[in-house]
Every structure is written in structure tokens, then in C-alpha cells.
């Protein structure tokens, strides 16, 4: 993943972390690539981070913007791509195709592709807030999918159990949870006290 002009633009959040490391619904950016690879990924950004967010070159490698979500549609055009091209919207690149190079500065001279769909991309920090609604229900059903959830214990007064997932160790007890607005994802050991009324669409990490 490589960071790009959009890493200037959502300061403060990018001083202390490159644009994958940003939160848009459950999971950071990066987790949403390997979630979809099924594989590690890791990150071109400033060299002061390096050192924390070090970059592991293949033999071959495919550049992602760091600012765009995946989904479905976009990966299957990113594997589409062959040596020597640019998947593009609108002039602004999404990707670049397999190859040995870890700058950015050479895309220019890559064969842009024009990509047709939808591109959710990051460009100002209250994208961030603007995306979270669909980014958190996207994800979670990406985290829970053929999963199944934790028992919630009969002390909660619940609407909609089948879109509220418990992950391990999560602790829920007299609460109210309702998920007809939206998921509630309760991550791993995550505790919610007493008397709390959730609804969705929510997520508490670990």
C-alpha cells in the first residue's frame, strides 16, 4: 500500500501513521486489503515511519493507493492488471500492476487502464466520519461472514440478534442492543457495562 498526496490532506490523523493505518468503519485500511488479498501487506510512506511501517518487497509487487477501499469489483480489476499499467479514475491512479519498484514517482510512465466503478477513496478527514456508516457495515459483513457469532446471554434485551456479533470473550450483560438501524460488532475481550442501550450501526474493537 502506498501512500499518496491524500496522506498531506488528512493531517493530523497521518503524522503519526501512514494513510492505511486509518480507521474507516471496524477495520484500518490495511486490514481491509489483507482481508481481501488473504495475505500481509506492507506500506511505502515517509521515512520517518518506515522504521515502524517497514516495506517488505517481492520479486514482483502490485502498488494499491492507500486511501481507497476495497471491494469485490476493484480487486478483480486489480488482478486484471499487467506490467507496465495503472488502473485510473479520473486521472487519480488506484493501483499499479506487478512489478520490482518501490517509488511512486515512476506511475507516471505506467499505461492508465480506466476503471469504471465505484471508488470509495479518502481524501479529507471527515471522509472518514462521511464513509463510516457504509464502511462498518461492509465490514462486518466481511468479518462475520460464514462465522458465528458468540452466544448473547438472555439478560440483554435484544432487536435483530442476526445482525449483532459477539467476537470471543466479549462481555454483554442487561443492556439493551438494537440492531434494526444497523450491525453491532462487539470485538475480542471488549466489555459493555450494565445498563448501556446500543444501537446500531456500532463497533467496539478489543
Known sequence: ????????????FTYTRPVADCR????????KWEHYLGKPVSILTEDYLSAKYPLHKEPENIRINAAVLPDEDLL????DL????KL?????WI?????DVSHINDLVALKPVEYAGEVCRLKYPWDIFQMN??????????????????PIPESNHV??????????GAEVECSGLNASTGPIYIGKHACIMEGCLIRGPLSLGA
Open 82 to 85: 499487467h506490467e507496465g499499467e
Open 95 to 99: 493501483a499499479a500492476g506487478p512489478s
Open 24 to 31: 474507516v468503519g471496524i477495520l484500518t485500511l490495511r486490514e
Open 1 to 12: 500500500l502506498c501512500d499518496d498526496s491524500a496522506r498531506g490532506l488528512l493531517k493530523p
Open 88 to 92: 485510473v479514475q479520473e486521472g487519480e
Open 133 to 150: 456508516d457504509a464502511a462498518l457495515r461492509a465490514d462486518f459483513a466481511l468479518l462475520t461472514r460464514g462465522r458465528q457469532s458468540q
Open 159 to 168: 432487536v435483530q440478534p442476526g445482525q449483532i456479533f459477539l467476537e470471543e
Open 76 to 79: 478483480r480489476a486489480l488482478f
